[in-house]
Structures are given as structure tokens and as C-alpha cells.
Nanobody, 130 residues
Framework: QVQLVESGGGLVQAGGSLRLSCAASGGTFSIYTMGWFRQAPGKEREFVAAISWSGSSTVSADPVKGRFTISRDNAKNTMFLQMNSLKPEDTAVYYC???????????????????????WGQGTQVTVSS
């Protein structure tokens, strides 16, 4: 059973930065496609970014392109989301997710959807003040 624990959330002013981490345990992290999703109050959970097994391929949602960077350290079983130029509309609970399927070289289309993932963390709150 894979366990995912997010950390790094908090309160930040618009234009600021945060770095989220997702620590994985209980599985073989290096063969999991990993993703970040977020859910704002009153809204559905939405895709943020995903990364392939090796980290060589990433994909990001349009609202965060150029501002957020996903990465991973397989030696430490940890994934990261560097968030820069934060906006109030980035306020949400951020979740990390893992899927045993996928590839070391590309991101499958299903990994931009919730149903593409088998395991989820509990989430970490990010609040951006204006």
C-alpha cells in the first residue's frame, strides 16, 4: 500500500512562492507516475501537473504554465511542486497522487485526470492573499 504525505503549504502574499513536497512510502517510487491536483472551495478537483517515472517528461495545466514546476527525487522518494508568482486564484488544497502505470519517458493522457491515479495524499492547504 502506497502512502503519500504532502507538506509545504501555507499562507503567502500574491507574487510570492511556495514549494510543496510529497513524500511516498510503501511502494517502488521510481516506477510511479506522479501528479499534483488542487481543489478550491466550491470547485471540482483539477489537474495541476504530472511527471514521468524518470522525471524526463512533465506536463502542466495552462493556468500554471510558466509559474509552477514539478520535479522529483527518486533517491528520496519525494516529488515537489515549486510554485512561483502565486495568485489568489491559486488558493486551494493541493493533493499529490501516484499511479503504478505509465512510462519513464512520457505522460499518458489519463494522468491529467483523477481517474488515472491509484493513490492520493490527504492534501495541503495553500492560501494566497491579495
Amino acid at each position: 500500500q502506497v502512502q503519500l504525505v504532502e507538506s509545504g503549504g501555507g499562507l503567502v502574499q500574491a507574487g510570492g512562492s511556495l514549494r510543496l513536497s510529497c513524500a511516498a512510502s510503501g511502494g517502488t517510487f521510481s516506477i510511479y507516475t506522479m501528479g499534483w491536483f488542487r481543489q478550491a472551495p466550491g470547485k471540482e478537483r483539477e489537474f495541476v501537473a504530472a511527471i514521468s517515472w524518470s522525471g524526463s517528461s512533465t506536463v502542466s495545466a495552462d493556468p500554471v504554465k510558466g509559474r509552477f514546476t514539478i520535479s522529483r527525487d527518486n533517491a528520496k522518494n519525494t516529488m515537489f511542486l515549486q510554485m512561483n508568482s502565486l495568485k489568489p486564484e491559486d488558493t486551494a488544497v493541493y493533493y499529490c497522487a501516484a499511479d503504478q502505470g505509465g512510462s519513464s519517458r512520457y505522460i499518458a493522457s489519463r494522468h491529467t485526470r483523477q481517474e488515472g491515479y491509484d493513490y492520493w495524499g490527504q492534501g495541503t492547504q495553500v492560501t494566497v492573499s491579495s
